[in-house]
């Protein structure tokens, strides 16, 4: 893949955090999906880490919300948290 510039960068990284898939992000920035898809593979690119750092920014504040609700007394939210946390419970 061609070396993008700052702001494809950057645009990665903002459009992982609302989740856009890898296909849309690749229109917006104009290069071909199957290059960024393929470098989004590739473990130490910064497209990679750009693209995972959005997506962590965005599930962070979902969660965020998602608690928030629970602390607020949502059923659903609270029914959330809790396969959040069984999803991501380490074995200690």
């Known amino acids: 893949m061609k ?3 700052e702001e494809q960068i950057d645009t990665i ?3 992982a955090e609302l989740f856009y898939s ?3 992000i690749a229109i917006n920035i ?3 999906s199957d290059e960024l898809t393929a470098e989004l593979h590739v473990d ?3 497209v990679r880490a750009a693209y995972l750092r ?3 920014k965005g599930d962070i ?3 965020k919300g998602i608690a928030q609700a629970a602390a607020n007394g949502s059923n659903p ?3 959330m948290m809790r396969e959040i946390q069984k999803e991501n419970k380490i074995g200690l």
Do not use: C, H, I, T
């Open 22 to 24: 890898p296909e849309e």
């Open 30 to 32: 104009e290069v071909k």
């Open 54 to 56: 959005g997506w962590l």
């Open 13 to 15: 990284e903002q459009m």
């Open 61 to 63: 504040s979902l969660r």
């Open 44 to 46: 130490d690119s910064n």
């Open 77 to 79: 939210a609270q029914q």
């Open 3 to 5: 070396n993008l510039n």
